[in-house]
């Protein structure tokens, strides 16, 4: 299915190649500034239905944005960036219905057992996303944080997801050579979590037509949905029409988030 995102960077609502977000202003490569607050997209969501899609904040000011998508959508929206057991519970609160951890649980390379176990408990297994998202190296997808600056040793395989999935409700991966380059999806990846991965997932990076909504969906057998970003029309983009995107999901109905 598809899942919609709300990118926000500097308190607006953008569409940025993320492996760009650390080189600086003059190697940030920006797809599209919305004229729109982040308000508008989440009514829109709101208005077509769309659940479980993710506001991501890039980087520091982008709190009140985000906050304020949430309250509009209360329980439809999952948020992510710089999500930490301090502040977890508080973003639960502004309505978010998941929030999304990444370099919090895999500082250092590794997986922190103490940390996943900690804020499992503060969040509860079923409001907390693990993103995964990962870069191929050789035959291997392997997990990087830090904003994708930090490659770990930790490797997308049948073992590393089923055991993370007894500390969360859902994944989400970028396939972080694709994200934001319009390029097409990696399906061999698709497939992979497909098969490996015993809840849910979201896979997001280089979605440019709506074939890919139906290739993923195909190659996955409806396990892994898809999150667009520049490619759609609300974002500046040419390649799929967001309209197209919810009647797939009013086709094929919605799995729950």
């Known amino acids: 299915m ?24 003059q190697g940030l490569i920006t797809h599209f500034v919305s004229e729109k607050p982040a308000t508008w997209y989440a009514e829109l969501f709101k208005r077509d239905g769309l659940r479980g899609g993710h506001v991501i ?14 309250a509009v959508y209360p329980g439809g929206l999952q948020v992510g960036g710089g999500i930490n057991s301090n502040n977890a519970k508080a973003w639960l609160d502004a309505g978010a219905s998941h929030v999304i951890v990444s370099s919090w649980v895999f500082h250092g390379g590794q997986i922190d057992w103490d940390r996943l176990r900690i804020l499992a408990q503060i969040v509860g297994k079923e409001r907390l996303v693990l993103d995964l998202s990962c870069k191929k190296v050789g035959d291997q997808y392997l997990v990087a944080c830090d904003r994708w600056k930090t490659l770990t040793q930790i490797e997308i395989c049948p073992s ?8 969360c409700d859902e994944f989400l991966v970028h396939a972080i050579d694709r994200e934001g380059k319009l390029t097409g999806v990696d399906l061999e ?14 896979y997001a990076g280089g979605a440019r037509s709506i074939q890919d909504l139906y290739d993923v969906t195909r190659v996955s057998k409806g396990r892994v949905d898809l999150t667009i970003g520049s490619a759609l029309d609300i974002f500046g983009g040419t390649g799929v029409r ?5 009647e797939f999901n009013r086709r094929f109905g919605k799995r729950a988030s």
């Open 57 to 70: 904040m890039l980087g520091p000011g982008n709190e009140e944005a985000a906050r304020a998508a949430l």
């Open 189 to 202: 990846l698709v497939e992979k979590l497909a098969d490996w991965s015993p809840i849910a997932v979201t």
């Open 242 to 246: 967001y309209s197209d995107a919810v």
């Open 2 to 25: 598809f899942r919609p995102c709300i990118d926000l960077h500097e308190g607006r609502v953008k569409q940025i190649v993320g492996s760009t977000l650390e080189s600086g202003t």
């Open 160 to 167: 590393t997801l089923e055991e993370l999935a007894n500390w």
